[in-house]
């Protein structure tokens, strides 16, 4: 069931850097448009970063502008999570979701997303 497969997640210092991959695996999500959420222990899953297939418009979430970048290599077929000066509250599992849907007015929502991925823990010490 899982075709998206996460990687690049660690443990780092704060201020330090991280490039999360996702790829497909089993299939293409070109045409697809993908987003990056993240959920830490006790926490909701929240939305961090999106683009979209066709334009490669991005959307961010508030706490992470300026810091973090998504992009995507559709010749590689895979989605990046730049995170520069990451923070110990960044520390979460992060998930990578694909969405056949253009995205809407208010943006990527995570519950419009057909697939996900496992996830891959980013841990961010002080």
């Known amino acids: 069931q899982v075709q998206l497969v996460e990687s690049g997640g660690g443990l780092v210092q704060a201020g330090g850097s991280l490039r999360l991959s996702c790829a497909p695996s089993?299939?293409?999500?070109?045409?697809?448009?993908m987003g990056w959420f993240r959920q830490a222990p006790g926490k909701e899953r929240e939305f961090v970063a999106g683009?979209?297939?066709?334009?490669?418009?991005?959307y961010y979430a508030d706490f992470v502008k300026g810091r973090f970048t998504i992009s995507r290599d559709n010749a590689k077929d895979t989605v990046y999570l730049q995170m520069n000066s990451l923070k110990p509250e960044d520390t979460a599992v992060y998930y990578c979701a694909a969405d056949l849907n253009p995205y809407g007015l208010q943006g990527p929502r995570a519950e419009e997303h057909e697939y996900w991925g496992q996830g891959t823990q980013v841990t961010v010490s002080s």
């Open positions: 683009i979209t297939w066709s334009v490669g418009r991005t």
């Open positions: 089993g299939r293409t999500f070109r045409r697809y448009a």
